[in-house]
């Protein structure tokens, strides 16, 4: 099975600020990788799909890259609605997997 | 315009067993394989089970193998996830996804738009 690490766990950023989260697969997943943000209370929303595609209707604040076992996520010009938890998941093969998580307060 | 929506969480005790709905709207479910996703109180998201359009095809994370069957009914827009021998570690919010598109390329990446259902094994 492919586990997938996130770093860092907890991240405190200021509205305006530009912020990156890493994600490292345990094995060669090429792109496919996807991005979660959930607010709490609230379900998951796909941001980013294989590696560096946005969803639709995500801002372009959000932008993501990497392939292989590296990869990540940056948003710039935090807004107040980008302060959750983010998680990448690896859709390489079953079964699927998240990262742990990472908390971005302000 | 997507919609999900589950249903059939409550409280069970441990080895009992319930059977959750997904009812999806919106687009052609029968051409779009579905997940099951849940998340535990305080925890991180754990993939459960998938199920192909036409149900040929149906895999399961280990912590539910064996336990948990994912169903379809594509005449009535509805996914089943039936869940046996539950324990207390099932505990958790349960999510309902459908693959981001047809094509095989995007069967793995899921596209949640449910509230999800919460399920909660204690005794």
């Known amino acids: 099975d492919i586990q997938m690490t996130q770093s860092p766990s907890f991240v405190s950023a200021s509205v305006g600020d530009r912020v990156t989260i890493t994600c490292q697969a345990s094995?060669?997943?090429?792109?496919?990788l996807a991005w979660f943000q959930q607010q709490p209370g609230k379900a998951p929303k796909l941001l980013i799909y294989?590696?560096?595609a946005l969803q639709s209707g995500v801002p372009s604040r959000f932008s993501a890259s990497g392939s292989g076992t590296d990869f990540t996520l940056t948003i710039r010009s935090l807004q107040p609605d980008d302060f959750a938890f983010y998680y990448c998941?690896?859709?390489?093969?079953?079964?699927?997997?998240f990262g742990q998580g990472t908390r971005l307060e302000i | 315009q997507v919609q999900i929506v589950e249903s059939g969480g409550g409280v069970v005790r441990p080895g009992g067993s319930l059977s959750l709905s997904c009812v999806a709207t919106g687009f052609n479910f029968g051409f779009f394989g579905m997940h099951w996703v849940r998340q535990a109180p305080g925890k991180e998201l754990e993939w459960v089970t998938f199920?192909?359009?036409?149900?040929?095809?149906?895999k399961y994370g280990g912590s539910v193998k064996g336990r948990f069957t994912v169903s379809r009914d594509n005449y009535q827009n509805t996914v089943y996830l039936q869940m046996n021998s539950l324990r207390t570690e099932d505990t958790a919010v349960y999510y309902c996804a459908k693959s981001l598109a047809r094509d095989n390329y995007y069967l793995y990446y899921m596209d949640v738009r449910g509230k999800g259902t919460t399920v909660t094994v204690s005794s």
């Open positions: 094995q060669d997943i090429g792109t496919s």
């Open positions: 294989a590696a560096s």
């Open positions: 199920i192909r359009d036409d149900g040929g095809e149906r």
């Open positions: 998941q690896q859709a390489n093969s079953l079964p699927l997997s």
